[in-house]
């Protein structure tokens, strides 16, 4: 299993500093991290590692190659609990992603459907919550098969974090062949599940794994929070039981590559990947 990084390595730069960087602490793969519709003011003038799903992909595909690093997945995560609205990323944005990451290449799309904001959104029951994420995703699943690329859950959201949620999401769309789960070892267990039960309960659907470690100051909002976007210390030294994961994952030829959600150094980096060879991936 390839060990890639999340390219949040720096504040404040573009994709092809991120990518230099990652090249510099020895990656040779990386999630297409962050992207958006349209245009971005902040990406145009170098500010932002954002990648347009309206542009070229294989501008973005030229500009990985150029620094010898693969695009393992397409980030999309989208606020699935929202109502419908031109204005957030959902539907429309995952479908751009899916066609995206097919015209180079990429097999596999990360999504989710993250906390609820509004009022709306807050006093959904949980069968109104499986509903409402999984309408979002139906054309998006239908479309996925056609391109050949998986669409994966990740935890990283009220429902997601648990096994029961995925499992009723993909039994509200008819479990589709293009519907996958992205294992996260940090946001599971900060939702309150098991990581190592959940990559038991999923191997046979996980084709991507997003790796990071939580410390002890993060117990109070185990099953308070929803997901967390990157941790700062390196695997092995939290309360996360990373080596039963990788354990469970290790002989899952179907796992091409993972990536490492952690910001910090590139010594907190390499220590990372040091754990997971010793685990056995």
């Known amino acids: 299993m390839n060990i890639g990084v999340f390219l949040a390595l720096q504040p404040y730069t573009s994709v092809e500093r991120q990518l230099e960087l990652a090249r510099e602490a020895g990656f040779t793969c990386a999630d297409i991290t962050d ?17 347009s ?16 690093i693969t695009p393992s997945t397409v980030c999309v995560h989208g606020a699935l609990l ?21 015209a180079i290449g990429i097999r596999d799309c990360v999504t989710t459907e993250g906390e609820p904001h ?9 069968e109104q919550r499986i509903f409402t994420i999984a309408e979002k995703l139906a054309v998006p699943c239908r479309m ?27 039994d509200c769309l ?9 294992m996260d070892t940090g ?3 900060l ?20 790796w990071k470690d939580l410390g002890a100051e993060w117990l109070p909002l185990r099953g308070k929070q929803f997901g967390c976007g990157f941790s700062t210390i390196a695997l092995g030294d939290g309360v996360i039981d990373i080596k039963g994961v990788a354990q469970v994952l290790a002989d899952r030829k179907e796992i091409h590559a993972s990536t490492l959600e952690i910001g910090g150094s590139a010594e907190v980096l390499k220590k990372s990947v040091a754990y997971l060879r010793s685990c056995g991936l």
């Not at 609205?85 to 990451?101: C, E, R």
């Not at 935890?155 to 999401?169: A, E, K, M």
């Open 35 to 51: 992207v958006h519709e349209g245009s971005s003011m902040f990406n145009s003038a170098g500010l932002a590692a954002t990648v």
């Open 53 to 68: 799903l309206d542009g070229d992909p294989f501008e973005t595909r030229r500009l990985f190659e150029k620094y010898g």
């Open 82 to 102: 929202e109502p419908s609205n031109p204005g957030v990323f959902q539907t429309a944005g995952i479908m751009k992603g899916i066609k995206f990451a097919a």
């Open 118 to 126: 509004s009022a709306w959104a807050k006093k959904l029951t949980y």
């Open 144 to 170: 996925a098969e056609d391109f050949g690329v998986n669409l994966l859950l990740e935890p990283h959201g009220p429902v997601t974090d648990s096994i029961q949620g995925i499992r009723d999401v993909m």
């Open 174 to 182: 008819g479990n589709p062949v293009s519907l996958g789960v992205n």
């Open 187 to 189: 946001n599971s267990w």
């Open 191 to 210: 939702g309150g599940t098991d990581p190592v039960e959940m990559a038991r309960a999923f191997k046979d659907k996980i084709f991507h794994v997003h």
